[in-house]
Each structure stands twice: as C-alpha cells, then as structure tokens.
C-alpha cells in the first residue's frame, strides 16, 4: 500500500499569490498514475490533474503539475478567489488506489 | 452532458444494509471504468471499490475495510451502478460519491453530487 503525505496541512496566502503543494509518496508511483483534485465545500471534487502534468478538460493553466517517482507538486501561478479549496492529490498506479489527506489553502 | 446523479443514502441501524445506485447519462456508460469514493465527516476522501468495464469479464476491487461486506456492480442496460453494503457500522457513515475512471483506480473526470449514509442506533 502506497501512503501519500501532503504537506503544508494548511496554507494562507492572498489572491494573487502562488501556491505550491507537496504530496510525497511512500513509494514509486507507477507510470506517474498522479492525480490531483480540488474539493470545495459542499461540492463533489473536481478533477485536476492525471498523469502527474496533464491538465483536465477546462482546467485553466494558472494550475501545473510537476513531479515523478515519489515527489510531486501541484502549483496554482496566481491564486484568484474561486482557488481557495482543500486539495488532494491521489496515487492511482496500483491496488488498493490511496488519496493524500489534503491540504486546505485558505484565504490570509 | 455527463451527469451522474448517485441515491439510496440514508439513515440505517448498524448491522444494517443499504443500496446505493449512480444513474449515468450523457456518456457511453460501458466504455468506462467506475468507482465508489466516500467521505467521513470533516474528513478526507477514501476509495471504496472500482468496477472494470465491461468486457468478457468485469473485474471489480474493494478497500479491506469494506470487503466482504459491500459489493460493487454496475447494469450496462440500465446505465447504472450500484452499490450493495451489508453490515453496515458506524464508521462506514460517509457521503458515498461514484465517479467515472479513465483508469480503474483513478483520472475521475466525472463525479456524483453524493448521497449521505449515516450508521446510527
């Protein structure tokens, strides 16, 4: 079983600033099987990115995803207000799937 | 349009049972792979079980916390999924959502807007 850590738990930070979020697996991830989603409150998630750096259908590109093996990243270049969500990235390349506990970016 | 639109949630005594179904529209439903994911309250996000599509044989996957007592299956002619959970117990209380895969275990494009089961005597 493939434990992913993200990190910070919280981030404050002001519209217009960049955001940069860490998920650290325990081991390898397969074929980059990365994903990262963005949840709000009340609502279903919404996919981000797969493929640890390809961005979904209508996913603006202020959002980028970086990372291979055991260290990836989600970056938001300028945080606009509808950005401030709680954000999971989650490991898809083997059984039993795992997500991150995810990191909320909250308004500063 | 895709849609899924997820019902049967709840309020159900622990040791009881539930079926959740996930009515699709607006995609060829047995091209792709399905799951359920659930949320505890004021938690994160835990994959229950995955269903392949259909093909000579459907393959389906479940967390150890729930397997022997939920079994996932999905009804092509329908456009349905479903979500049989037996034996239920209080830490099963979640919002249960299904999602579309672009691979079995993940790339969910597409979300249910949940339906809550609770666990409570």
């Known amino acids: 079983e493939i434990v992913l850590t993200q990190s910070p738990g919280t981030l404050s930070l002001s519209p217009g600033e960049r955001a940069t979020l860490s998920c650290r697996a325990s081991?390898?991830?397969?074929?980059?099987?990365l994903a990262w989603y963005q949840q709000k409150p009340g609502q279903a998630p919404r996919l981000l990115i797969y493929?640890?750096?390809s961005r979904a259908t209508g996913i603006p590109d202020r959002f980028s995803g970086s990372g291979s093996g055991t260290d990836f990243t989600l970056t938001i270049s300028r945080l606009e207000p509808e950005d401030f969500a709680v954000y999971y990235c989650?490991?898809?390349?083997?059984?039993?799937?795992?997500f991150g506990q995810g990191t909320k970016v909250e308004i500063k | 349009e895709v849609q899924l639109l997820e019902s049967g949630g709840g309020l159900v005594q622990p040791g009881g049972s539930l079926r959740l179904s996930c009515a699709a529209s607006?995609?060829?439903?047995?091209?792709?792979?399905m799951s359920w994911v659930r949320q505890a309250p004021r938690k994160g996000l835990e994959w229950v079980s995955s269903i392949s599509t259909s093909g000579a044989t459907t393959t389906t996957y479940s967390a150890d916390s729930v397997k022997g007592r939920f079994t996932i299956s999905r009804d092509n002619s329908k456009n349905t999924l479903y979500l049989q959970m037996n034996s239920l117990r209080a830490e099963d209380t979640a919002v249960y959502y299904c999602?579309?895969?672009?691979?079995?275990?993940?790339?969910?494009?597409?979300w249910g807007q949940g339906t809550l089961v609770t666990v409570s005597s």
């Open positions: 999602a579309r895969g672009h691979t079995v275990f993940g790339d969910f494009d597409y």
């Open positions: 493929g640890a750096s």
């Open positions: 081991q390898s991830v397969s074929s980059t099987y």
């Open positions: 989650q490991q898809y390349g083997s059984s039993p799937p795992e």
């Open positions: 607006g995609f060829t439903f047995n091209s792709f792979a």
